[in-house]
T-cell receptor, first 116, second 113 residues
Framework: GAGVSQTPSNKVTEKGKYVELRCDPISGHTALYWYRQSLGQGPEFLIYFQGTGAADDSGLPNDRFFAVRPEGSVSTLKIQRTERGDSAVYLC??????????????FGPGTRLTVL | KQEVTQIPAALSVPEGENLVLNCSFTDSAIYNLQWFRQDPGKGLTSLLLIQSSQREQTSGRLNASLDKSSGRSTLYIAASQPGDSATYLCAVTPYNQGGKLIFGQGTELSVKP
C-alpha cells in the first residue's frame, strides 16, 4: 500500500513569504507527527495530532508556525513570514495509533524548504 | 529533559568489517528505542525497535542492544557492505509524551569497497 507522502518535495521561497507543506499519512493512521531536520542534525519534534486535534504542539518554535488536520487525515504545516532560519527538511510521520509502548512511526520523504 | 547523543558523528570503514554505533540517552523513562536509516535526500526507514523490557533485537546482519538502566544502546552491523552507507539515527519514545520521538544527531557511515 501507499506510504506517507509529502508535497512539495522541494520548496524555495523568499524571506517574508508564506508557505504551506502538505502531508498525506497512511490511510487509517490516527496519529500524525511533524518533525524538522536541520543540516547535520537529527529530526526535532514540532507537533502531533491525534485525529483532528493537535494533542501536543510544544515543539513549534514560535507563533509563525501552525498546523491543521481538519478531517483527521491530511495535514498542512503553515509557516508565516518565513525566515532564513526556517530552512530545513520538514518530515511527516504517521502511526496507527498513539499507543506509545508499540509506537512505530512511518516517515514520508520530507519537504526541503529553502528560504532565500 | 531527555537528550539523545550518538557517537561517533561519522565513521568510515572498509567493506567486510564489523562495526558498532553508539547511542546514549539521559532519561531511562522510555517506552522503546528505535534505530533508523536515512539515505541522502530521503526519509527515515525504521531498522529495529526495542521495547524497554527487551535487551536486544536482531534483523539480518543488524543487532541492536538496549541497556535502559545505563541509558545506552548499540547497533552492531556485521560484515558491512557499501550499500550500508547512510546516516543512522537512534530515537527514544519518552513516557507519557504522546509517542513523539527524541532523536540523536546521527552517525554518518561510509563503507568503502
Amino acid at each position: 500500500g501507499a506510504g506517507v507522502s509529502q508535497t512539495p518535495s522541494n520548496k524555495v521561497t523568499e524571506k517574508g513569504k508564506y508557505v504551506e507543506l502538505r502531508c498525506d499519512p497512511i490511510s487509517g493512521h490516527t496519529a500524525l507527527y511533524w518533525y524538522r531536520q536541520s543540516l547535520g542534525q537529527g529530526p526535532e519534534f514540532l507537533i502531533y495530532f491525534q485525529g483532528t486535534g493537535a494533542a501536543d504542539d510544544s515543539g513549534l518554535p514560535n507563533d509563525r508556525f501552525f498546523a491543521v488536520r481538519p478531517e483527521g487525515s491530511v495535514s498542512t504545516l503553515k509557516i508565516q513570514r518565513t525566515e532564513r532560519g526556517d530552512s530545513a527538511v520538514y518530515l511527516c510521520a504517521s502511526s496507527p495509533e498513539v499507543t506509545s509502548a508499540y509506537n512505530e512511526q512511518f516517515f514520508g520523504p520530507g519537504t526541503r524548504l529553502t528560504v532565500l | 529533559k531527555q537528550e539523545v547523543t550518538q557517537i561517533p558523528a561519522a565513521l568510515s570503514v572498509p567493506e567486510g568489517e564489523n562495526l558498532v554505533l553508539n547511542c546514549s540517552f539521559t532519561d531511562s523513562a522510555i517506552y522503546n528505542l528505535q534505530w533508523f536509516r536515512q539515505d541522502p535526500g530521503k526519509g527515515l526507514t525504521s531498522l529495529l525497535l526495542i521495547q524497554s523490557s527487551q535487551r536486544e533485537q536482531t534483523s539480518g546482519r543488524l543487532n541492536a542492544s538496549l541497556d535502559k538502566s545505563s541509558g545506552r544502546s548499540t547497533l552492531y552491523i556485521a560484515a558491512s557492505q557499501p550499500g550500508d552507507s547512510a546516516t543512522y539515527l537512534c530515537a527514544v519514545t519518552p513516557y507519557n509524551q504522546g509517542g513523539k520521538l527524541i532523536f540523536g544527531q546521527g552517525t554518518e557511515l561510509s563503507v568503502k569497497p
